[in-house]
């Protein structure tokens, strides 16, 4: 599971994974162009933002990333910590 905190003064969201996602790309709805880049917090390794192409909907689009997701592009899973936190500075 994942637990969401976010900063307003520094306008970014910290995404604290509880378990470690079994896929690579992992979906967050409603962040579609809200991320503007990623990175672990214990380490600053950056992560990789999956953007969807402008000319998908729901209708084509595989289930797992709906239209209005972020999706980010997970690494193996660090051995050092354990959860890991993903800062997201965000758009604004």
Known sequence: GYI???NKKLNRLYIHCLQWPDIC????????????????LHDGAKVDIVKTPENVTNENLNPRFPADAACLKFMSKPDDTPITVIECFLNS
């Open 4 to 6: 969401y905190t976010y």
């Open 25 to 40: 790309q992992l979906p967050f709805h409603g962040l579609t162009g809200r991320i503007k880049y990623a990175q672990t």
